[in-house]
């Protein structure tokens, strides 16, 4: 308990705390954040994880620290710290920092897949194979209701859903992917797929619209894969199933540049968090191995809550 509140006692502890409640960031990126020196950063980094506050999560190369949850103590105290980090002096710069940086990510990202759209079914095949587990996927998808995939990017799951649903909306933030999409509907002969351009974080649908939304391989490319689970759950309706297929963790370092990889893919044990601190239910997971160099596959499905 000590070694907590002595970690806490300090402003920039506390701002540094503050601002990794909202999400997982680099030592670089809280460089940005808090307008303060690398070394001055990374002591305080040390102090927080050293007293259990802060964890830090090994991706490649990179470190992404985050609220942890190795204290006992600093889990009981987080719901009144988390309701008076608004009274914080640097509160307001210190969010408006943050959102720089998400969009920072999020603005490469879009730039990228507008750049390769054309490509991209070939260059990911070739630059991280995965192992077959669409029918895996596409098995849990239940019938006769409307269907979101978020990030569709060129489509290649759009034709197989409308199969199964009663409605299919396509989402992605590229106009050049949902292009490509477009086309590929167009060759395929699918008819009534909706496509539109939105954030996976600013989902163009209302709320509990959707009875099943499907993200396959986009979460690894998300800003704040958290906040994109928080915008699932206010899309689906009450009981709605969320079916997530994305990278098992790997060390493919080179994926960041030649893929736009936020994140070297996932625990199960941490999409599990995630949905569980949304609300769902029900989860279960399923690991598609892979062969050859092939990198495994994680397919998580998930309940939505039901009517109050």
Same mark, same amino acid.
């Given at each position: 308990?000590?070694?907590?509140?002595?970690?806490?006692?300090?402003?920039?502890?506390?701002?540094?705390?503050?601002?990794? +409640?909202? *999400?997982?960031?680099?030592?670089?990126?809280?460089?940005?954040?808090?307008?303060?020196?690398?070394?001055?950063? #990374?002591?305080?980094?040390?102090?927080?994880?050293?007293?259990?506050?802060?964890? !830090?999560?090994?991706?490649?190369?990179?470190?992404?620290?985050?609220?942890?949850?190795?204290?006992?103590?600093?889990?009981?105290?987080?719901?009144?710290?988390?309701?008076?980090?608004?009274?914080?002096?640097?509160?307001?710069?210190?969010? #408006?920092?943050?959102?720089?940086?998400?969009?920072?990510?999020?603005?490469?990202?879009?730039?990228?897949?507008?750049?390769?759209?054309?490509?991209?079914?070939?260059?990911?095949?070739?630059?991280?194979?995965?192992?077959?587990?669409?029918?895996?996927?596409?098995?849990?998808?239940?019938? *006769?209701?409307?269907?979101?995939?978020?990030?569709?990017?060129?489509?290649?799951?759009?034709?197989?859903?409308? !199969?199964?649903?009663?409605?299919?909306?396509? !989402?992605?933030?590229?106009?050049?992917?949902?292009?490509?999409?477009?086309?590929?509907?167009?060759?395929?002969?699918?008819?009534?797929?909706?496509?539109?351009?939105?954030?996976?974080?600013?989902?163009?649908?209302?709320?509990?619209?959707?009875? =099943?939304?499907?993200?396959?391989?986009?979460?690894?490319?998300?800003?704040?894969?958290?906040?994109?689970?928080?915008?699932?759950?206010?899309?689906?309706?009450?009981?709605?199933? !969320?079916?997530?297929?994305?990278?098992?963790?790997?060390?493919?370092?080179?994926?960041?540049?030649?893929?736009?990889?936020?994140?070297?893919?996932?625990?199960?044990?941490?999409?599990?968090?995630? +949905?569980?601190?949304?609300?769902?239910?029900?989860? #279960? =997971?399923?690991?598609?191995?892979?062969?050859?160099?092939?990198?495994?596959?994680?397919?998580?499905?998930?309940?939505?809550?039901?009517? #109050?």
């Amino acid at each position: 308990m000590l070694d907590t509140l002595k970690a806490l006692a300090d402003p920039s502890r506390l701002r540094l705390v503050a601002v990794l +409640l909202r *999400g997982e960031f680099t030592v670089q990126e809280l460089t940005h954040i808090l307008a303060m020196g690398q070394s001055r950063i #990374s002591r305080h980094l040390k102090i927080l994880t050293e007293a259990g506050v802060l964890s !830090v999560k090994r991706q490649g190369t990179w470190s992404y620290y985050r609220a942890g949850e190795a204290s006992n103590f600093f889990s009981a105290i987080r719901p009144a710290i988390e309701r008076e980090l608004n009274s914080l002096p640097e509160r307001s710069r210190d969010l #408006s920092a943050v959102a720089v940086v998400l969009e920072e990510r999020r603005r490469r990202s879009q730039e990228f897949f507008d750049r390769h759209a054309h490509q991209w079914d070939d260059l990911s095949g070739v630059l991280l194979p995965v192992p077959e587990y669409r029918q895996n996927l596409l098995g849990l998808v239940p019938s *006769g209701v409307t269907v979101l995939e978020i990030g569709t990017g060129t489509g290649g799951l759009l034709s197989e859903l409308g !199969v199964r649903a009663a409605r299919v909306i396509g !989402v992605d933030h590229s106009p050049a992917m949902l292009e490509e999409a477009r086309r590929r509907l167009a060759r395929d002969g699918a008819h009534g797929i909706e496509l539109r351009l939105g954030e996976m974080t600013h989902l163009p649908l209302p709320d509990a619209s959707a009875g =099943c939304v499907v993200a396959n391989m986009v979460l690894h490319h998300a800003p704040n894969p958290a906040a994109v689970l928080a915008e699932v759950r206010r899309v689906l309706a009450p009981g709605g199933i !969320v079916l997530l297929a994305d990278l098992a963790r790997h060390e493919r370092e080179a994926a960041r540049e030649q893929l736009a990889d936020q994140w070297l893919g996932f625990e199960e044990a941490e999409l599990t968090a995630w +949905l569980l601190a949304e609300g769902f239910s029900e989860s #279960s =997971c399923e690991r598609v191995e892979g062969k050859n160099g092939q990198e495994a596959v994680l397919i998580v499905k998930a309940t939505a809550p039901g009517p #109050s």
